[in-house]
């Protein structure tokens, strides 16, 4: 008796535009290049979403991304500048093997600028970041956190569609398979749906150098998962974005859509997600992580709605509290439970240490700005409020003499004006001079 009975097999068959034969037979027989390197320099395209790429040959194989040139592009023809002043910068940040070319050839993960500028002096003004360069903003509050050593992981789901149809690939032409139940982690015929794609992504992968973590089947029939990490800083976004290129192009040899909306479906099927695990230095402490993985917790509740307006476009397509999803209004976390914003692995308050995993992105997020967002509000954001506070009392007493806890408030009134560093106050209520 079949294992699913209730599940049929689809027989449509998607052909490739091409041969890919013809390519394969040149790659693989005219593999000297003179000593030259091929490199695809990769950028995100103007929507946030698109990936866009080109190619340039080089003398030597380089050893890091300084060694790569600056390059630029037509920002007209993607959308992230005008057509009487095109020319945005690529700036190489990070190097892969090239799957694709093989041998010493390259993928560069780069990020994008305003060109220089020159001013009446004859100085040349800093490159700027374009608005559609998320990766500064994030690089620079992992600079900030470095010490506090974040890493990430990221699971991104995503679903494959038929690029003639946009229906979902193996999917009944206009109807429905089976329910969901037999899909997710299957082996089989109608259960595992276009299974050569993400074989072939993981292996590409693995070649590039991204740190992909393992691959399986979901919930919803053609719908896949793979996972990235860990990754320290600004490396997740970098390994995300290019495992995505590579997704890209492995999908356009098979002449298949991936789609990374967080509801390729309505209605009662799962959607995807880009749920976001995340850990400290300080929570993979033995002893002390649990209780720093509750602080962290209670702080990301705080600033639940900027981080829901900022993790994926259409998420609340998904976050509805169904289908293992906790709701787009409420906050939440839990031990072991998926339905709720933030889940926290079961031997994680046995072991008093670990991470935990903030289920909200989408999995259209834009891994720049989820990560800068988990690391600002955990570990930053008190610090700024802290350096606040020391610029308003410059002058403290000495730490010998000062108690451990000072209320300022119920100190003479000349007396919280010294400890706060500033010569007078405004009134006898102690607020601090200047009318700020």
């Not at 091409?18 to 395209?45: F, M, P």
């Not at 099927?269 to 993979?284: I, Q, Y």
Request: with cysteine; glycine share 10%; net charge negative.
């Amino acid at each position: 008796m079949s294992q699913y009975p209730n599940v049929f097999v689809n027989d449509e068959q998607i052909r490739s535009l091409l041969d890919q034969s013809i390519t394969r037979h040149y790659l693989s027989t005219l593999t000297d290049q003179g000593g030259k390197i091929c490199a695809e320099y990769v950028w995100i395209g103007g929507s946030g979403q698109d990936l866009r790429s080109k190619a340039r040959t080089l003398d030597k194989l380089p050893t890091k991304p300084e060694d790569l040139p600056v390059w630029n592009y037509d920002g007209s023809s993607t959308g992230q500048a005008p057509g009487h002043d095109s020319e945005v910068y690529l700036v190489p940040r990070s190097i892969f093997k090239d799957p694709f070319r093989g041998g010493d050839n390259i993928l560069v993960m780069c990020d994008t600028y305003e060109p220089p500028r020159m001013l009446p002096d004859g100085t040349m003004t800093p490159l700027k970041a374009i608005p559609t360069n998320t990766r500064a903003a994030c690089a620079e509050v992992m600079e900030k956190a470095k010490a506090e050593e974040p890493w990430f992981g990221i699971e991104q789901e995503y679903a494959l569609l038929n690029a003639a149809t946009k229906w979902p690939l193996g999917w009944p032409k206009g109807g429905y398979p089976a329910p969901q139940g037999p899909y997710y982690c299957s082996a089989g015929a109608g259960v595992s749906i276009g299974r050569d794609i993400p074989e072939v992504h993981y292996r590409c992968c693995l070649f590039a150098g991204v740190n992909i973590s393992g691959v399986n089947g979901e919930v919803l029939p053609s719908q896949w998962e793979y996972q990235v990490g860990p990754c320290e800083g600004i490396s997740m976004g970098d390994h995300l974005w290019m495992s995505r290129y590579i997704m890209y192009r492995v999908c356009e040899m098979f002449q298949v859509e991936c789609t990374f909306d967080p509801k390729p479906i309505p209605g009662d099927w799962n959607g995807s997600g880009g749920h976001t695990n995340f850990s400290t230095k300080a929570t993979r402490t033995p002893g002390i992580g649990w209780a720093a993985i509750q602080e962290q917790c209670e702080k990301l509740g705080k600033r639940h709605a900027v981080h829901i307006a900022a993790y994926g476009e259409g998420n609340e397509r998904r976050l509805t509290g169904k289908h293992e999803t906790s709701s787009i209004n409420d906050f939440s976390w839990g031990v072991a439970n998926r339905g709720c914003s933030i889940r926290v692995g079961r031997m994680v308050p046995a072991e008093k240490c670990g991470y935990y995993e903030d289920r909200r992105p989408a999995s259209n997020l834009d891994p720049y700005v989820v990560c800068r967002l988990i690391v600002e509000t955990t570990l930053l954001m008190e610090r700024a409020a802290t350096a606040a506070l020391a610029a308003y009392a410059p002058a403290m007493r000495p730490a010998a003499t000062a108690p451990s806890i000072v209320c300022v408030a119920r100190l003479p009134h000349a007396e919280r004006c010294t400890w706060l560093g500033v010569s007078q106050c405004s009134d006898s209520s102690g607020s601090i001079g200047g009318g700020g």
